[in-house]
Structures are given as structure tokens and as C-alpha cells.
């Protein structure tokens, strides 16, 4: 560790965020590669070092002996004043040098209250914010992640987003840079020939246009440069990398623990979910490669935990073949293996006593919405009567403390959806009591946690407005009001942050100004209620004269151009304007499972949609 | 089931992991190590790994130890070391497996190394502030404790402690009373630098054994 280090080390919380030296962590000689990657994640090191993403890629990219890949996260304030005061640059954890002189940061969007942060990083390493102000080849700024999908407010500041999944694009995207390095050629240049590579945007490359009402006129590419851009994917998940090891932090992280992917994609469509819509088809790996990828893992790490994670594990196809062939040989290594994503109607008997096996935990389900009218309007796909056989199953397999994720603001929604949030906690708690098998000598817990609804891109509801906050508030206090017990614990999200997350989700290259005067003014965490300051934004969007009522309030035509529509992730538009009328009809529609809905995806020639139904 | 006493440096970057991290640390690189612990037989089955005596946070260990309880007994204790070593992160090595001797109870003195930088004093005459204020005929400084801060003479306790410049730097080196019966922390005496010097200089802090009432090294 270097000295500088070790002495501000001292005078801060948690000092082993900064360390670096983990178990697994990867260390090279800086002077036999060629290319130096700083996997950047916008957020605190127990949040990043839990993002499945970074373990993959991480490990990906050190398998190459010409890459050394490093991690970088957001220091904390303390650290941030530290960092500043001492002259010190933000640095990778594994060399403890400067990111400065890397070849290549590499942002993961995971969610739009991190943008502040990456300027913020940018900052920190001394490197000029805007791409236009970069002028030489190094460092190169990409992003990858979720968010990619409408990259456009922070359009100024990233060189090439990554669309999709990034196991080949961003080492197509890395030899390239490699071999344009080698040759001495400018950043013009390489970016011109990145923007040939499938999955990769480069924001510069198009100009767009607004009419005089603000909206978009036209997203125009430059002559050469593919006038839409189609995001990647793995298709064959039993061959796709998967890492034999994970960095092992010293510190507690949010997720510490074997992870092991069993899909992605999800077969549901819930008309809200972002997710459920950009990572289709569903794509499952088969029972002994997860098996074989999660012992690896826990010999390696020494992690007693397994996490199996996707969208909604217990739509896997073979759950319950999987949980026998794990815990065959995780009893005797007293591992346990938890579900963190389960449905309602996929909970089990014969799942709950396997999960119990080992060690108990609580239980989480998220109906989303408090009446069957809303349910079916989001596609939720969940009955009531499901929900109670469930709640009474874990009842009588000696639960007694059940959590139900709710939303609140959803399109259609009325008081009455909201008091029903409230009325289903009460059927919950009572079942409790008229439950012959109850766990003896116990009361009930039940929580209700609500947060407010923002529409995202690539779903049906992404032309909807988002509740102002005044009425999202006004539905808080309505559904604490409709709790008649004590037994129910109600908890709702900061209205504040959604209205920040809903202008972001949606926004456009508008929006790069007003993050940029954001940043000058000291915004940073945005996700972290200690940070965030819903009036510091304001004045940067009235600085900027954005209003971002724009953004997040406004009922957007179908026929309206959309900041991402030059992005293809295979979803088709006439489908998510379909899943909208049927919405606004209380109309469900079929899983992919049960019958295919014509949304696009099949186009990417795999997965689900070509599976025998 | 028998009991084993590793022994391990925690140096570099593992000084700045509180005990709770520690603690989880190692019982990874144990499962990593496949070594068959023994567990306790309750409810919830755990295995007991018991540390001699809990290093503050930043504070550097020569000779470090927890004590294990193992399932299989086949196991020798060469064979232990050398797997427990291949599973160890480079800033935790572990440089022996022996039968515990002592218990981690009768622990009373540590003994540690505090490498002060003179950010540009002379070392010698630093050495000689330092030997002076630690002679003072009392030494009080706010010491923290479970009902708050307390004034706390640390000078009986520093009949044991060395003032010398070594390379340009400044070494304190202080035998203090270490275990549950009275622990005073190395910190405390730069606490009394600061306090009566007015300075407040980077100071790296080792312990480097630990010792029984009668000054027997901890075996």
C-alpha cells in the first residue's frame, strides 16, 4: 500500500473500502499489458462489490494477459475531503495508482441516481468531464449497464456506451482500442470504428434536433454510422463466462455471498418492469452448470452462502432439481442456499422445506399492487386467493414474519387501489390468526413497504406521466391511514428521489447541463438519503432552464420520437403499444411460457421463443 | 475434537479490518482451507473460533492467534499450516499450528512497536521530547470508556516504554498492560503527545507479543 494512502486511511469510516489486497484479487505487472481497465462503479464499495456484473467482467477481462483490469468505486465523503485535501487522485484498488493515466474507464449504470456520481469520479481522477475535452485516445470513457438503454443525459460525458450484455462486445471493444493504441490513431478515428461494432453507441456520432413543444424532432447519425443501434446478448447461458472466482472483501458488503446466475430474462411482462423487458428472451443455463459454477465458487471464496439469482428464480424450469443437486453436497459443507426473488404463485411446500433446510430467513413477496383491478393492469399475473395459500403455507411451515413490496403511482391507479395495499396486509395478518398451524406462542409481522412508481424506457407504460410529487405524498399518507393495526409495519420510499429517477429514466441530451451544473453544486449519492437534496436539483434545472416536470409529469404521444428510439433491444414498439391499450383495459396477457405475444426478441434467434411450448 | 492455536501476522492492508471483519476472514479462508471444524451442536451450528486478544483497528499484529476446534484429529499440525497458508490472503499469512499452551485468560501485557514520523523534526530531539513526557510525574489524557470519556493517568503504566530515533524516524517501544483485567491502548499515549506536545504526527502501531503476568511470552 502506498504511504499516502496509509496515512488518510486513518482518519476515515471503514478504511477497508480503500485497501485493496482482497483474497482472488487480481494484481499484474503494469509494464507487460496493453491495455489498463478501471472497472468503475458509481457507488460506495459494499454496493459495487455486490453487483454480479463486475465479478463477471472483472474476471473476464484479467483472463487476458494483455488487460489489467482494476476495481474503482465512489469514496465515501470523509474519504472524497480526505482525497482532495492530501492532492490525492481517485485510484484502482488492486495497484493503488491513479486512474488518470488508464486506457479505459469503465462506468456500470445500474441505476440513474449514480449519474452525479460518476462526474463526481471523473472529477476526482483530474479528467476532463466533457468527451469533447478529451481529445487523446486515453483514457477512453464507456459505460455499460442497464441505464444504457436511454444513455442520453449523460451523452456529453461518456465516448461509447455498451448496449446489452458486455461478455464479447466490450472485449471486441478492447482489441480494438488495443490495436488503434499500437497504431498511434486518434480518438476520432477509433470511435468511428467502434460505432461499426454491434452493441456499441457512440453519442457523438448523432445529432439531435427538437421541434419548438421541446420534444424530439429527429436523431440523425453521421454519414457511415448505423442509424440504429441493436444491443447484445448471450444467447447459449451454458457457455457464456462465468467466473470461477469472486473477490472476497474484507468488509461486510450488501450481498456477501456465492451467486449463482440460473437466467436471464424473465417470462412474466410486467408491464412496469424494465427488466423484464430489456434482457428478453429468457435464456436459462441448465442444472449442472449452475451447480458446478456455484462449488467453484464457494471453494474458492469460502463463501457458507448461495444466493440464486435471476429476475424470478422460481419461474426456473428446474427449481426443484436444482435445490436437490445443491444441497446434496452444501448440507455436508453447511452452506446454505437462499431464493432471493420469489413469486407468489411460485412458492412450494416442497420448495419452503428445501430453502428451510439450512438456515431460516425471512420472506419477501411483491404483489406490487393492493387490488386485482391494478394487478391486472401492470400484468402482475398474481391472485389473491395464490397469495393467501402462500402466506398460510409459510404460516404453517412456522413463519410468522412476511415482507409485501408494493407501488404506489401506478397508471389507472385511485384511492381506493391505495387503501387496498392496506386491506391485504389485514387479510395477511389475518389468516395468521385463523391458521390452525401458526407457530405457537407468536404474533404476526407484517411489513408493507410502498415505493412510487417511475415509468421507464422499453415498457408499455414509458409514454405514461409520473404522479407529481404533491399526490404521491397525498397516497403515502392515505395508505398509512388505511392501516388499522399494529401488527402491520408500513414503510414508503422518498417521493423526492423517484421524481430525480423519473427525469433521468427518461431524459434527453438536455439533460447533460443540468447534471454537469448538479455536480459543480455538490450533488453526489443521490441515491443515499443523507445526500440527496431534492431543492439543490431544482436550482440546477432553473440554472439550466430545464423543467423537469418535462421529464417526469408529462404524458408522452405514441407517435412521439423518444430519446431512445435510434436503440433496438429487440422489443418491438407496436408490442409495448399494445401492452399499453391492454393495460388501460384491464387486459392480462400470457407469459412466455404459455404463449408467445409477438413482442420482437425472437429476432435475436434464441432463447424462450424457440423452445417447444 | 481438539483445539489448535494458529498463529498469524496482520499487516498491511489487513490492519485497517476491525476484529468483526477479521473474524469473518478467517473463518473463510478455514473453509476454503477444507479444514473439517467442529460445530457447535445447537439450533443454528456454528463453529467457535476464539482470538487470544482483539487488535484495535490500524493497529498492526507480529503475533497474532486464534484458536480452533477441529472435528478430525488426523489432521497434523504442519499439514494444517500449510493449507491454512495457501487460503490466506498475502497481508494474513499464518506462520505456525501449535497445541495451545497458556489460555488467551491469562494474558496481561502486550508489547508494542509505534513508529512515529517526525514530518521533518530531528529525530534525536523528538526522541528526547517523547522520553521526557513520558517521565512526567503524571500523564493524563481523556481515555474513552462504556460510560463515556474519563481523565486517566497513564503514567504508572509507563514504566515499561523506550524512546529512540531508529532511521530518521522515532520508535516507541512500551510493554502495556494488555487483557481483560486492564488494557491501556498504545493510542493513548499519542493521545499524550498531542495533548502536551501539540502535535499530531502519523504514527504506525505494531504489537508484537503478548505476555502473561510474569512476562512468559503467550504460548
Known sequence: MKPELEKILMKVQKPGRYTGGEWNSVVKDKHAVDVRVAFCFPDTYEVGMSHLGMKILYSLFNEKDYIWCERVFAPWVDMEEQMRRNGMELFGLESGDSIHDFDILGFTLQYELSYSNVLNMLDLAHIPLRSADRKGLSPLVVAGGPCTCNPEPLADFVDLFFLGEGEEVDLEVIDLYRAYKKEGRSKEEFLRAAAQIEGVYVPSLYTVTYNEDHTIAAVTPEPGVPATVKKRLMLDMDRSYFPEKFVVPYIEIVHDRTVGEVFRGCIRGCRFCQAGFIYRPVREKSVEVVDRQCHALCDSTGYNEISLSSLSTSDYTKIDELLDQLLSWARDEKTSVSLPSLRVDGFSNELMTKIKSVRKSGLTFAPEAGTQRLRDVINKNVQEDELMKTVNMAFSGGWNTIKLYFMIGLPTETMDDVAGIAELGQKVVNAFYSNPNKPKGRGVSVTLSASSFVPKPFTPFQWEPQDPIPLLHEKQRHLVQSVKTRKITCNYHDADTSFLEAVFARGDRRLCAVLEEAHRMGCKFDGWNDYFSLPRWMEAFEACGVDPAFYANRRRSFDEVLPWDHLDYGIRKEFLIRECQRAYADTTTPNCREACSACGAACFKGGICYEDR | ?219
Request: proline share 6%; charged share 25%; hydrophobic share 40%.
Open chain 2, 1 to 219: 475434537m481438539r483445539t489448535v492455536r494458529i498463529w498469524f501476522r496482520k499487516i498491511g492492508t489487513t490492519r485497517f479490518i476491525s476484529h468483526l471483519d477479521l473474524t469473518r476472514c478467517m473463518s473463510r479462508a478455514i473453509h476454503r482451507a477444507k479444514i473439517p471444524l467442529w460445530y457447535t451442536q445447537g439450533f443454528n451450528p456454528r463453529a467457535l473460533l476464539t482470538f487470544a486478544l482483539p487488535l484495535s483497528l490500524g493497529v498492526a499484529g507480529e503475533r497474532e492467534s486464534v484458536d480452533i476446534k477441529l472435528e478430525d484429529d488426523n489432521l497434523s499440525n504442519e499439514e494444517l499450516l500449510e493449507r491454512l497458508n495457501a487460503a490466506m490472503p498475502d497481508d494474513l499469512p499464518v506462520f505456525a499450528v501449535t497445541d495451545p499452551v497458556m489460555k488467551p485468560g491469562k494474558i496481561a501485557y502486550g508489547s508494542f512497536v509505534m513508529t512515529v514520523d517526525p514530518e521533518g523534526r530531528d529525530a534525536e530531539a523528538l526522541a528526547q521530547q517523547l522520553t521526557e513526557l513520558f517521565h512526567r510525574d503524571s500523564l493524563v489524557v481523556p481515555k474513552h470508556t462504556k460510560s463515556g470519556f474519563i481523565d486517566f493517568d497513564i503514567r504508572p503504566y509507563l514504566d515499561r516504554v523506550e524512546v529512540c530515533p531508529v532511521e530518521g524516524k522515532v520508535e516507541i517501544r512500551a510493554m502495556l498492560p494488555a487483557g481483560s483485567e486492564m488494557n491501556v491502548n498504545p493510542s493513548l499515549l499519542l493521545e499524550a503527545v498531542q495533548k502536551e506536545l501539540g502535535l499530531d504526527l502519523y504514527t504506525q502501531i505494531r504489537r508484537t507479543n503478548l505476555y502473561d503476568e510474569q512476562f512468559h511470552a503467550f504460548q
